[in-house]
């Protein structure tokens, strides 16, 4: 699809945010209980993604989930440091592909970290993959966009135009 000079796009103050600036381990570490802290804000962001259909009328649940994931890690390194990165190390030494499996220890000392300074408790298995009733307050999604619709204007064969068969039989023949 080619943009146009009509087609909206966002200007760079509406973009920037700061970043949660983070490694694989440390977010691979802090993930589930991430994903509890900011599930309201991260279903926000997904219903207005699913409704909209268009990813630049949800720039500001974005930046909510955003602001959540810093406030979350922030909150993490004030009260569960030591444990995070014990964590998070286990994940990153003991595996090529991080798996959980060889760090149930580490992880069980910080999720009871986290449960007791933090009040944050590890949800269960299943507990993101189990339908939940999100309420919102946002509006229903209103008209699209506006945008120029444009004709196709590409040349072609006029109907009655003779066409051959193929020399070597169909290329349907040659892919089934």
């Keep these: 699809m080619p943009f146009t000079e009509d087609f909206y796009l966002p200007s760079e103050e509406e973009l ?3 970043e949660i600036n983070v490694s694989t381990p440390t977010l691979k570490a802090g993930a589930v209980h991430f994903g509890k802290y900011c599930d309201e804000q991260c279903k926000e962001f997904m219903l207005c993604r699913k409704e909209e259909n268009d990813p630049r009328r949800c720039l500001k649940e974005g930046k909510e989930v955003t602001a959540c994931g810093i406030d979350f890690f922030q909150k993490v390194k004030q009260h569960c440091k030591n444990e995070f990165e014990q964590y998070a190390d286990c994940l990153e030494w003991n595996s090529p592909a991080m798996n959980v499996q060889f ?14 300074k933090l009040n944050i408790e590890r949800p269960y298995m299943g507990f993101f993959t189990e339908i939940r009733t999100h309420k919102t307050d946002r509006p229903r ?36």
């Design 103 to 116: 760090c149930r220890k580490t992880q069980a000392v910080l999720d009871n970290c986290m449960l007791q």
């Design 16 to 18: 920037r945010v700061q």
């Design 141 to 176: 999604p209103g008209p699209p966009l506006p945008r120029k619709e444009y004709v196709d204007d590409r040349p072609s064969l006029p109907p009655d135009y003779p066409i051959e068969d193929a020399k070597f039989g169909a290329a349907q023949y040659i892919y089934n």
